[in-house]
Nanobody
Framework: QVQLVESGGGLVQAGGSLRLSCAAS????????MGWYRQAPGKQRDLVAV???????NYADSVKGRFTISRDNAKNTVDLQMNSLKPEDTAVYYC??????????????????WGQGTQVTVSS
């Protein structure tokens, strides 16, 4: 099985910074896209940023220029550096990864995994 464990959420004042980290462990042959999503109360879960295995990135318009996603393929981790935080960034942030596992038979399969979520609260 695969597990995604997030860390780094918390309470920060507007204009401040936080860094979220996510580590994947378990039956991992390779990892394709890794990303961060967020969900505010009463709203749907939205993409914040995604990074491919090759390092290409894509960001939601609302966070461009403020957030930076990065990954360490050797450690199976993905980070989200969040600067110039705004109250509207308040949400539960979820790590996401498309992970390829391999069975004893050699069969490879891709599955979509989510972390447990970490709360980010930005006060005005």
């Amino acid at each position: 099985q695969v597990q995604l464990v997030e860390s780094g959420g918390g309470l920060v004042q507007a204009g401040g910074s936080l860094r979220l980290s996510c580590a994947a462990s378990g039956n991992i042959f390779s990892i394709n896209d890794m990303g961060w999503y967020r969900q505010a109360p009463g709203k749907q879960r939205d993409l914040v940023a995604v990074i491919t295995s090759g390092g290409s990135t894509n960001y939601a318009d609302s966070v461009k220029g403020r957030f930076t996603i990065s990954r360490d393929n050797a450690k199976n981790t993905v980070d989200l550096q969040m600067n110039s935080l705004k109250p509207e960034d308040t949400a539960v942030y979820y790590c996401n990864a498309l992970i390829v596992g391999r069975r004893a038979s050699g069969y490879r399969y891709q599955s979509n995994y989510w972390g447990q979520g970490t709360q980010v609260t930005v006060s005005s």
